[in-house]
């Protein structure tokens, strides 16, 4: 079992989303997309 990790600082919107039949916390933004992309192997 392989695992990462990216770590940034910076601004973002977290909140849940929501429907009927589905629940799911999401986060957005500029800090969260570095973060990713610092996680992802080259």
């Not at 392989?2 to 799911?24: E, H, K, L, P, Y």
């Amino acid at each position: 079992m392989a695992s990462g990790i990216g770590i940034n600082t910076g601004t973002c919107i977290a909140g849940n989303m929501a429907s009927g039949a589905r629940f799911d916390c999401h986060a957005t933004g500029d800090a969260v997309n570095l973060a990713s992309r610092l996680f992802t192997p080259a």
